[in-house]
């Protein structure tokens, strides 16, 4: 007789260890909930239907030859969109006014100040040659000298990255490199540099010593650039006032990138005022932008830039160009609406197309900066015409509305799983409560992590995703009930029912969770806010009843109140209609019997 064959061990979870798997989900649910109460985000954040917010009027107006249409709009409302709403579920709504205005309705919990800032940026990024430079504040004496100059001769090679972008050798630096910091917007910004590109902070037309760059470099070719400087923007230099704002701000307005302008920059605290020629490089040509920690150059945070194939091919030639320029002409400034933020010089042609914007920047403020570089540039300028707050007393009855749906429909699901399934139901109760509890803890999180905002149409996805929890309770038990029917006991019943109740399961929720990742990915504002929850609510099913359900009714199976068929078990045998379990009859054959003669 053969040996019986040994089965596999079984993993948490399965017949054999179902404890694991609900210690699994135990801690994960202590987990969340300990997170929850540490980082003090006990409630949800909720959007601006449900709990009020700010609402801001932006209006446009024509912005470097740019004309107020539909078209330039609509893309305008799309940049607005992406930029407030970073992953898609802070729940700010974005949407048109008639044809010149764009609202901005910004939940309560959002950074009010942050999102005006940058809802009504332009962002126009523009690399424009330095025609000359003088002190921008007419109150200081004499002419501004570099705060710092590069001192000592660099003996590294040449050398590059397979990335492209240029590296240096620690023999191929100069022992001091200045920086730059710029406020001229507000906002910490910063230099823009390179390995083969060191800001020399040139704010006088005498040219400073600039570190050699250790970076791949071409021969550098004739300039044909036009340095002239024509007689109308010599007097607007003459008169502009970079200690005043309203100047800085009025200094390019108006101008496009086929102009000679003025414009402003501040290092060391100390205004400087540029002549600038024509745009090199549209910033439109940034293909990606990203805010980084340095440690290995020590520039702290930094933002990177990088150029498409067009911008790479005139980040070439633009270096090329300037390099065989005198200063202050080698340089050119990056302009950004209207500030200089750094006016770096040039010694070599660059074939490299990446740059990295890097100064005083904190963590937050470098983010913004890539977040406004990397959604692009507004193709027209607002003015914030309107500002105003909005009121949650329409919300809070909308959240009463839906709260009492919720348990309304919560109960009814209740009592249908009491009156049909009656001890079973306990099973489905507990799932629920315990997928309640996730959901719950997961949302309060998010709030904090990626900026979720609980809306009412968000309060409808969590409802009808009790259906669908439900729904998978319904589909494992009956398959639970086809097993008993055919005769087997309750723990071979679950054991095999199980199986054929995951396949299921996990089709149907593959549906639910497909649908609600297409409306999300189609759809915006608020809608977006329904699918982002039916989706979580989805994945949370799978969750729970693989981690809870299956597990907890494999423990149960081996109580006798549920084994032997309790009438209020919900297994009761008589009322399945069990069939009797199928007997083997033995048939004995007799030898026939040989009659014999007398």
Avoid at 295 to 314: H, I
Avoid at 429 to 441: G, I, Q, W
């Amino acid at each position: 007789m053969a040996a019986p064959k040994k089965g596999r061990r079984p993993s948490p979870g399965s017949q054999g260890y179902p404890g694991r798997a609900l210690a699994v989900i135990l801690i994960a649910l202590v987990a969340l909930t300990g997170g929850m109460f540490l980082s003090g985000n006990t409630t949800p954040r909720l959007g601006i239907d449900l709990a009020g917010g700010v609402s801001i009027t932006l209006t446009a107006k024509n912005n470097q030859g740019g004309a107020v249409t539909k078209s330039n709009m609509n893309t305008a409302v799309d940049i607005i969109n992406r930029r407030v709403n970073g992953l898609g579920v802070s729940e700010a709504e974005v949407q048109t006014q008639g044809s010149k205005n764009i609202i901005v309705n910004i939940p309560k919990g959002t950074n009010a100040d942050q999102a005006e800032q940058q809802v009504g940026t332009t962002a126009q990024l523009a690399f424009r040659q330095v025609l000359t430079a003088a002190n921008g504040d007419p109150k200081a004496a004499g002419t501004p000298t570099p705060s710092a100059s590069p001192t000592g001769t660099p003996t590294g090679s040449p050398s590059s990255t397979p990335s492209g972008k240029a590296s240096s050798t620690p023999t191929g630096k100069a022992s001091s490199t200045p920086t730059t910091t710029a406020t001229g917007t507000g906002t910490p910004q910063g230099r823009a540099v390179t390995d083969a590109l060191k800001s020399n902070v040139n704010k006088a037309p005498t040219p400073t010593p600039t570190a050699t760059p250790s970076a791949p470099a071409t021969t550098p070719s004739t300039g044909t650039a036009d340095v002239s400087i024509p007689a109308d923007l010599q007097a607007k230099l003459d008169k502009l006032d970079c200690t005043d704002p309203k100047q800085r701000t009025a200094a390019g307005e108006g101008a496009k990138a086929t102009d000679k302008v003025v414009a402003c920059g501040q290092q060391d605290k100390t205004w400087i005022k540029y002549a600038l020629g024509p745009t090199l490089i549209d910033g439109k040509r940034v293909s990606g932008a990203s805010a980084n920690f340095d440690s290995q150059q020590g520039n702290g945070w930094v933002v990177n830039l990088n150029f498409d194939s067009k911008g790479a091919s005139q980040f070439t030639k633009v270096t090329g160009d300037l390099a065989s320029q005198s200063a202050p002409n080698n340089q050119f400034a990056i302009d950004l609406d209207g500030n200089v933020v750094s006016a770096p010089s040039v010694s070599y042609a660059l074939t490299g197309g990446s740059a990295q914007i890097s100064g005083s920047f904190t963590q937050k403020s470098a983010e913004d900066l890539a977040n406004v570089l990397k959604y692009g540039s507004l193709p027209l300028a607002f003015n914030i015409s309107d500002k105003t707050t909005v009121s949650a007393a329409l919300g809070g009855e909308q959240l009463r509305g839906g709260l009492i749906a919720g348990a309304v429909g919560l109960a009814l699901v209740v009592l249908y799983m009491l009156a049909y399934y009656r001890g079973l139901s306990m099973v489905a109760v507990a799932s629920l409560l315990v997928s309640a509890a996730l959901t719950y803890t997961i949302m309060c999180l998010l709030g904090e992590a990626i900026g979720f905002a609980l809306n009412l149409p968000a309060v409808c996805g969590a409802i009808v995703a009790i259906g669908i929890t439900a729904d998978s309770f319904i589909v494992f038990f009956e398959r639970i009930r086809d097993e008993l029917r055919e005769g087997r006991s309750l723990q071979p019943a679950v054991a095999r029912g199980w199986p054929r109740a995951r396949r299921t399961i996990l089709v149907s929720d593959f549906v639910s969770f497909l649908a609600a990742a297409v409306l999300f990915v189609v759809t915006v504002g608020k809608v977006q806010g329904f699918a982002f929850t039916l989706g979580l609510t989805t994945v949370l099913d799978v969750v729970v009843v693989f981690l809870f359900t299956k597990p907890l009714m494999t423990i149960l199976a081996r109580r006798p109140f549920f084994a032997r068929g309790h009438k209020w078990s919900g297994l009761d045998p008589k009322a399945l209609g069990v069939k009797a379990p199928l007997r083997r009859s033995v048939r004995h054959n007799r030898p026939a019997t040989e009659t014999k003669e007398a």
